[in-house]
């Protein structure tokens, strides 16, 4: 597999994530656990993050610190505006 492909799953697997995160919890919970789409959320995020620390390194031995950067504000951006919208759910009720 290509570093680009590679980098591509990790964007397109995040945002996926993210706008899982963002159906009501009734979609993603069963009676105790989450269903497939929870646990396919789970997934999908622990996968992306380690594709994060391994492009991470591909990156920093190559000098390809762009690249590395705009990864990087990509999931900084992600997590707080998921945390931002998980404050918003929690105190609006």
């Known amino acids: 597999m290509t570093l680009e492909k590679i980098n591509t799953f990790f964007y397109v697997g995040l945002l996926t994530s993210f706008l899982i995160f963002l159906l009501p919890g009734e979609y993603k919970i069963a009676i105790y656990t989450p269903n497939y789409l929870g646990w396919f959320m789970l997934f999908l995020t622990g996968l992306s993050i380690l594709i994060y620390f391994w492009l991470l390194i591909v990156d920093y031995k190559k000098k390809n610190f762009k690249h590395l ?7 900084v951006a992600i997590i707080g505006i998921s945390v931002a919208y998980w404050f918003y759910k929690v105190y609006s009720y």
Do not use: A, D, V
């Open 69 to 75: 950067i705009r990864r990087t504000l990509f999931l």
